[in-house]
């Protein structure tokens, strides 16, 4: 059995320059140039719009919700002191 179905691909939406992309959706679409048109059609035609991005949904990665550790806050903050670093012997001419 082969797949018929194209790739679907997730669309940010930026509405002026500067401002932050945001996801407002996704399209099916077979390549990133197709998938580009689909989403400005779908996205951009009643929204102001200065950029779209698209991004194939199998290649976002996330994190698991079953692994807490994963934003777990550090309090271990030596690496701001400077006695952690060894600094070369100041030479004098």
């Excluded at 679907?8 to 399209?27: A, I, L, Y």
């Excluded at 991005?53 to 030596?78: E, G, H, L, N």
């Amino acid at each position: 059995m082969t797949d018929t179905q194209w790739s679907t691909w997730e669309v940010f939406h930026q509405t002026k320059r500067g401002d932050p992309h945001e996801h407002v959706g996704s399209v099916h679409a077979p390549d990133p140039q197709m998938a580009l048109q689909l989403a400005r059609d779908q996205f951009a035609r009643r929204l102001k719009c200065s950029s779209l991005w698209v991004v194939r949904t199998s290649d976002i990665v996330m994190t698991d919700y079953q692994d807490p550790t994963f934003f777990a806050q550090t309090t271990d903050k030596s690496y701001r002191d400077p006695k952690a670093f060894d600094a070369p012997e100041k030479r004098h001419p």
